[in-house]
């Protein structure tokens, strides 16, 4: 914007204090438009200052923490376990109602083919009397029923408690695989954020090569003009630059497909130009002992693996309480339409006791089967706790090293670039061969890509660290 200001205030300039046909000078070179007056012609310069102005707006770009916000927000994997975190939590709010009493209403209406009566015998006299039988209306030819009960549990031998205290357990491992989803999506970001900028950085050394190339072939064609070159010189050099151009075109496309992948994560069109801060080395993540052990207490998949356990043994007690008696208390209120009857209405209380003496080993395999899946996953934890370890080793012995491929690849850029600028001085003055030219642009492009994937690894490294001590 600072740029286009000067150049803008000039335009204005012209119109506002040149000549009565206001021509637009510096817009175009033959643009020279014929103003009916100067309110028009100071309309059109606002509006041509706010285009320019709207055009020239710098573009904010996206940091590391931008890209792994926004792709925490859109990304469905993540989505799946918080629905996931849900569930688990209406399953422990049912599980934890089965403590409250639950009140129940059945509400039904009849009609039959003809009253119901029980027949009396009663015994005669002989033979005066005969003996006969007495119809005793039992119910109206059509009527209704209603009964409403409230029933709570007295004793379950602990099974609800057991029940709730799993579900707790199982809301923890869903709530630790969504911390475990979220630290992955972080680090998927994080790498195909770097393998843009890292691709873009290839770019440029490939264009760089390229143009190097290129001037090369022309200092060629200026030697064989002057009979300085042979023709397989400048055959020499046109296929060199051939070579160049084919690489540019390979890393550019490269680039395109890693930015792609990169708008894929943020859930945006994939052919989104994608406008990123550059990123710089940081400092060294700190002692491996100390970044193990942070590890174990703050990754979200030995959280998880132990919610497991535990959940799975709570379940154990669940599956023991079957095998114990069982204690409800009920009460309610009934009601029967019956014109027979002196009273249709009537309060009831219960106290019911259930007590599965023989299920055939169902309740007992349950039970089993809990322990079993207990100890799977304390062992299933030994060797994610393992797997952490040597990931954090990985990835520290790895920064260490980059850290160091840094310094190297850097004293290798500024002596290949003193070698190419040597050797082409040279070439020009007709006194080294052209493959030593070849060769030399080879190192360098060499050592610059050395450079940038040293610098590039470094940084990945740190965040690799970073996530394999569950801090990223």
């Not at 990123?276 to 193990?292: F, H, I, K, N, Q």
Request: proline residues 4%; aromatic residues 6%.
């Amino acid at each position: 914007m600072a740029r286009i200001a000067p150049f803008l205030y000039c335009c204005w300039f012209e119109i506002t204090q040149g000549s009565d046909n206001y021509a637009v000078k510096g817009l175009q070179p033959s643009y020279s438009p014929q103003f009916q007056s100067g309110k028009t012609a100071h309309f059109y310069i606002v509006f041509v200052l706010l285009l320019l102005s709207l055009a020239a707006a710098p573009v904010s770009a996206e940091s590391l923490t931008d890209a792994q916000q926004m792709a925490l927000q859109v990304n469905n994997a993540l989505r799946a376990e918080s629905h996931r975190v849900q569930a688990a939590r209406a399953e422990l709010q049912a599980v934890q109602a089965n403590r409250l009493p639950t009140i129940t209403n059945s509400t039904s209406y009849y009609t039959f083919s003809h009253p119901m009566s029980a027949g009396i015998g009663i015994a005669g006299a002989p033979p005066l009397i005969p003996p006969s039988t007495l119809d005793l209306p039992l119910t109206d030819q059509s009527f209704a029923t209603s009964a409403a009960f409230a029933a709570v549990p007295l004793y379950t031998g602990g099974k609800i408690r057991a029940g709730i205290e799993a579900n707790r357990y199982q809301v923890r491992a869903a709530q630790a695989g969504y911390g475990v989803s979220q630290q992955e999506i972080r680090r998927q970001v994080t790498e195909a954020y770097l393998n843009v900028l890292r691709a873009r950085q290839m770019l440029n050394v490939a264009q760089e090569a390229e143009m190097a190339l290129r001037q090369h072939l022309a200092d060629a064609e200026k030697l064989f003009k002057q009979k300085m070159a042979t023709r397989n010189v400048l055959l020499a050099a046109q296929t060199a630059l051939a070579s160049a151009t084919q690489d540019v075109l390979k890393v550019g496309n490269a680039a395109a497909l890693a930015e792609a992948a990169y708008n894929r994560l943020l859930g945006r069109p994939l052919d989104t130009p994608a406008v990123l801060d550059e990123v710089s080395v940081p400092p060294l993540s700190g002692e491996l002992t100390a970044l193990t052990e942070e590890a174990f207490r703050c990754r979200k998949e030995l959280s998880r693996i132990r919610a497991v356990s535990q959940a799975a043994s709570a379940q154990g007690r669940a599956s023991h309480a079957d095998k114990l008696p069982q204690v409800t208390a009920a009460g309610g209120y009934t009601y029967t339409q019956n014109s027979h009857l002196n009273e249709e209405t009537a309060w009831v209380g219960a106290v019911s006791l259930k007590w599965t003496l023989f299920d055939g080993g169902a309740a007992q395999g349950r039970e089993r089967a809990a322990k079993e899946n207990a100890a799977a996953a304390a062992r299933q934890r030994d060797e994610v706790q393992s797997l952490i370890d040597l990931q954090v080793r990985s990835a520290w012995l790895t920064e260490q090293e980059t850290r160091k491929r840094i310094q190297a690849a850097e004293i290798g850029l500024q002596q290949a670039a003193e070698n190419l600028r040597v050797v082409t001085r040279q070439f020009q003055e007709g006194l080294v061969n052209h493959t030593e030219v070849l060769d030399a642009q080879t190192q360098r492009t060499a050592a610059e890509t050395n450079r940038c994937n040293a610098v590039y690894d470094a940084v990945l490294a740190t965040y690799q660290v970073l996530y394999a001590a569950g801090k990223l």
